[in-house]
């Protein structure tokens, strides 16, 4: 990975994580947390999408990498939420 893909990554992920953070909590996570966040939910959202066939994950930086992290990062959030909340 060059540092051109580097940056790319932690910028779609820093704002996709912001993004879902203010869609799921009302708030974000801090820059680090973040990235993490859309960093994970791009990995997600590209192996969800491509399970069902829709466009080609991450890609560069462009608003379907953007979309396919988002959605990615709110599902994750999603998950973790019913997993914390669940009844042990």
Known sequence: ????????????????GWAAGEVM???GFGLLG?????IVGAILGGWLFSLLGI??????????????AFLGAVIL????????????
Do not use: E, F, Q, Y
């Not at 990975?1 to 996709?16: N, Q, R």
């Not at 890609?59 to 979309?67: C, E, K, P």
């Not at 959030?77 to 042990?88: D, K, Q």
């Open 1 to 16: 990975m060059d540092l051109t893909s580097l940056l790319v990554w932690l910028i779609i992920g820093a704002i996709a």
């Open 25 to 27: 909590r009302g708030h």
């Open 34 to 38: 973040n990235i993490l966040v859309g």
């Open 55 to 68: 466009g080609g994950g991450v890609t560069g930086l462009n608003i379907g990498s953007l979309i396919t």
């Open 77 to 88: 959030l999603a998950l973790l939420g019913a997993v914390r909340r669940a009844p042990v």
